[in-house]
């Protein structure tokens, strides 16, 4: 779970291939939470650059981790850098319990498709949780996520291989 915690902090606004080198990289040269929290901040800093922001982000991976090792309460959104999709993208991936983590793949599809009408990822998250069966949420992350990088693409989505055609509202729309 904490390998998860790290990876979906270092996934925020960078591409998947980013997000896995920067956490091999990471947990290759300090294995768990203690080496990472007594790790020196220039040496994560340069482990994590390939998922960019590593900045702010190595910072963030070791007051997590501290506060993890400290005092965690089993809230992970109460933790610094951690919002509603890194503790779905947890509960979802580490213990394989119903969420719906909303990233931008997610929200666009949802909106494109017709499902929600929102102008966020948290009220995605939320009008998805209404219409959606518990029982798909685990996988609805992981489905939209692959269908958004290889088929719904932010730009130039591939319409003509799509299999939603017949209900999509952007197809409707645009097409």
Request: glycine share 4%.
């Amino acid at each position: 779970p904490y390998k998860v915690l790290i990876r979906t902090i270092l996934s925020q606004r960078t591409r998947d291939e980013n997000t896995d080198q920067a956490t091999n990289n990471l947990f290759e040269k300090y294995p768990d939470i203690y080496a990472v929290v007594d790790a020196p901040i220039e040496d994560v800093k340069k482990l994590i650059k390939p998922a960019g922001f590593y900045n702010v982000k190595a910072a963030r991976i070791q007051e997590v981790s501290q506060i993890l090792i400290d005092q965690y309460d089993g809230e992970m959104v109460k933790l610094p850098g951690v919002g509603r999709k890194t503790a779905n993208c947890v509960m979802v991936f580490a213990f394989e319990l119903p969420a719906i983590p909303v990233d931008t793949h997610v929200h666009r599809i949802s909106n494109r498709l017709g499902l929600v009408d929102t102008k966020d990822p948290e009220d995605t998250e939320v009008e998805l949780c209404k219409i959606a069966p518990k029982e798909l949420w685990i996988k609805l992350n992981d489905l939209m996520v692959q269908f958004g990088q290889n088929i719904c693409k932010p730009i130039s989505p591939q319409c003509e291989i799509c299999p939603c055609t017949e209900i999509c509202d952007y197809f409707d729309e645009n097409i």
